[in-house]
């Protein structure tokens, strides 16, 4: 999981800043840690 420099980061590199940051951090949050950590995971993005 990223922390919020290197989201602070990708957001400048491809040149958009997401109003909810948390929604970044999910994309790159895989199945298998959310669950271990009880998070969402990026699949549920895959619905929207």
Do not use: C, W
Not at 1 to 28: C, E, R, S, W
């Amino acid at each position: 999981m990223p922390d919020k420099t290197k989201l602070a980061q990708i957001q400048k590199k491809i040149g958009y800043h997401f109003n909810n940051v948390n929604l970044l951090q999910q994309a790159f949050t895989r199945k298998s840690f959310a669950s271990r950590n009880k998070q969402q995971n990026n699949e549920i993005l895959e619905k929207v």
